[in-house]
């Protein structure tokens, strides 16, 4: 069973920086692209940023263009956001989300979710 | 990378048909045939219900059902059940790893 869990949510200061952490199992995580989606309370989906199986071609949205990071570790199974210069309008549940198809930059359905973590920004 | 464009609601009284659309550009949707579709029911995270346009998941009813003309994709259920009040979303990729999202459709059963 594919299983996607969030962590390092929490609620964090205007220009501050956060790093997300998203565990995988159930699944051959080095064949796969991984990506974030986020989703302001009472809102709709975001797309945030994406990175392909093995680590070599990444995308932002431009809301987060030049302050957030996608990596991951295939080794460790984990895909990581490193966001900084943290903005109210951040504040969301973010979703990392397991692409269907194997080794695939465009075909981008994403058939898992996690449960989500939330990121408050406030002061 | 700007949204898709969905109406914000749909409704319909119980058996009867509901099509929601997701219009895009030459760009996204009217570039690939890799529009894909998710159900929200509220405080659960989303679930894929559609992919390549017209591809159902293991366990999504046939009364859904989805299509692509131009730069236009539509959702279409047949036959609406209690259970098919939710969001609704589309997306579709936008060039490599790119993705984006309709605005979403909240689809209430009468």
């Known amino acids: 069973e594919v299983q996607l869990e969030e962590s390092g949510g929490g609620l964090v200061q205007p220009g501050r920086s956060l790093r997300l952490s998203c565990a995988a199992s159930g699944f051959t995580f080095d064949e796969y692209a991984i990506h974030w989606v986020r989703q302001a309370p009472g809102k709709g989906l975001e797309w945030v940023s994406g990175?392909?199986?093995?680590?070599?071609?990444?995308a932002y949205a431009d809301s987060v263009k030049g302050r957030f990071t996608v990596s991951r570790d295939n080794a460790k199974n984990s895909l990581y956001l490193q966001m900084n210069s943290l903005r109210p309008e951040d504040t969301a549940f973010y979703y990392c989300v397991k692409v269907g198809a194997v080794a695939s930059k465009y075909n981008l359905y994403f058939q898992h979710w996690g449960q989500g973590t939330l990121v408050t920004v406030s002061s | 990378q700007s949204a898709l464009t969905q109406p914000p609601s749909a409704s319909g009284s119980p058996g009867q048909p509901v099509i929601i659309s997701c219009t895009g550009t030459s760009s996204d949707v009217g570039a690939y045939n890799y529009v894909s579709w998710y159900q929200q029911h509220p405080g659960k995270a989303p679930k894929l219900i559609f992919y390549?346009?017209?591809k159902r998941p293991s366990g999504v009813p046939d009364r859904f059902s989805g299509s692509k003309s131009g730069n236009t994709a539509s959702l279409t259920v047949s036959g609406l059940q209690a259970e098919d009040e939710a969001d609704y979303y589309c997306?579709?990729?936008?060039?490599?790893?790119?993705?984006?999202f309709g605005g979403g459709t909240k689809v209430t059963v009468l």
């Open positions: 990175i392909s199986w093995g680590s070599g071609s990444t």
């Open positions: 997306s579709s990729s936008a060039g490599s790893n790119i993705v984006v």
């Open positions: 390549e346009v017209t």
